[in-house]
């Protein structure tokens, strides 16, 4: 009895086990074509995420330049909280484009 991963939800299961407990996939009709559709299902999915997060990074960056430019005084906490989240929008966004140029080219 060994160890392997599921191919749709990539937990540890038995060789053994005929559906998978985690995502309920039927183990025993897995073809060629079928665990071809699921990695490409989960590339999709893995790729819709890194775009969502790559959009709240950009909201959040959008947010932080508004504030920080519409900010009348400069000692408040507000000033310092757009700067912030200018700087954290703007690292996390490069991190996920990085992160979605790299799960293109895998896929290629």
């Known amino acids: ?4 991963k599921c191919p749709q939800c990539a937990k540890s299961i038995s060789d053994k086990q005929v559906i ?11 073809t060629e074509e079928k665990l071809h559709s699921l990695s ?3 590339t ?4 819709q ?7 709240i990074a950009m909201l959040l960056f959008l947010v932080g330049v508004f504030t920080f ?3 009348e005084d400069k000692t408040a906490p507000q000033y310092l909280l757009s700067q912030v989240c200018i700087l954290v929008g703007f690292i996390w966004y490069l991190v996920n484009r990085v992160r979605l140029i790299l799960a ?5």
């Open 1 to 4: 009895m060994a160890i392997i």
């Open 40 to 42: 490409k299902i989960k």
């Open 20 to 30: 998978c407990p985690h995502c309920d996939l039927d183990m025993k009709d897995l």
């Open 69 to 71: 430019y519409n900010s």
């Open 49 to 55: 995420t890194l775009m969502t997060h790559q959009a």
């Open 44 to 47: 999709l999915k893995n790729s």
């Open 104 to 108: 293109k080219r895998k896929k290629l």
